[in-house]
């Protein structure tokens, strides 16, 4: 991987070419959820895979705190702001003018600031993983944190709690750097927010999870977007199902 400086913080990143020659190679941005990675989130699920050989550009980064980007422990170094102010940044290092920024979960609560503050740089925003909780929630419970600082995943009774621990163990986290993620990550938009979003806007969440709230409900907020039900999936599914990767790419062929 490569890195780049991120106003004093080190990130590490990506950048895969298409695979198919004569494309136009515009860039998609993909930002990972919490306690995964681009690795995770992105390459594992065959997401850049589909998305290089449809004639895409693919940006993929570790956010701070996760993988192989720099470790933090302030809670007020995770806001969802200064987050996305990272994946502007790593555009800017890329000398990208505008890109389809793709978020899953925390990625896609990352993603939704980033084009809030800055329109101009989205072609399209892509919110998997995330619905009316962007609005009516906070992220993941503030338990999610304590369920990181337990001794041990065995402490542990909580169904989700034991899920987010578990998951975190499985891809080799800093637990300490996640919980305070957790804690600093909770930022929600307005409804008037959302509802100033202005880029073509596409959300996608599973029919079975319990995590992420309504997408319909959340894109009937945003001016002219599509939602899209991943059918039968549940939070950690849903993300590479192969529903949900034709209707991404259905979406970015039609898009402004």
């Known amino acids: ?11 590490a990143y990506l950048d895969l070419a ?23 989130n992105w390459i594992n699920t065959q997401w850049s895979k589909t998305l290089t050989h449809a004639g895409y550009r693919v940006v ?4 701070r705190g996760h993988g192989q980007s720099q470790k933090l422990y302030d809670p007020d170094a995770y806001s969802s702001q200064i987050m996305a102010e990272d994946v502007r ?10 890109a389809d920024v793709m978020g899953y979960s925390m990625g896609a609560r990352i993603s939704a600031h980033l084009a809030l503050a800055h329109p101009d740089r989205l072609r399209s925003l892509l919110l998997g993983g995330l619905g009316i909780h962007l609005v009516e929630g906070v992220g993941l419970p503030l338990g999610i944190a304590d369920a990181m600082e337990a001794p041990s995943l065995a402490d542990l009774t909580d169904p989700m709690q034991r899920m987010f621990r578990a998951f975190a163990e499985n891809t080799g986290s800093d637990l300490r750097a996640l ?7 909770r930022q929600t938009l307005s409804v008037g927010e959302v509802g100033a979003i202005a880029v073509p806007t596409l959300v996608c969440v599973g029919t079975k999870d319990d995590v992420s709230g309504s997408g319909p409900e959340l894109a009937a907020l945003i001016p002219g977007a599509e939602s899209f ?3 039968g999936r549940d939070h950690n599914l849903a993300v590479g199902d192969k529903s949900h990767k034709q209707a991404v790419l259905a979406f970015l062929s039609r898009r402004a």
Not at 60 to 63: A, F, Q
Not at 89 to 98: G, P, S
Not at 179 to 185: E, P, Q, V, Y
Request: a negative charge; one cysteine or more; aromatic letters at 4%.
């Open 179 to 185: 919980a305070a993620c957790i804690r600093g990550s």
């Open 18 to 40: 298409p695979t198919v020659e004569g494309t136009s190679a515009e860039p998609v941005v993909l930002v990972h959820g919490f306690a995964s990675s681009h690795a995770v």
């Open 60 to 63: 993929l980064l570790d956010n």
């Open 89 to 98: 940044r790593l555009m800017d290092h890329l000398a990208i003018e505008r």
């Open 229 to 231: 039900d991943i059918e």
């Open 1 to 11: 991987m490569q890195r780049f400086d991120s106003d004093g913080v080190s990130l």
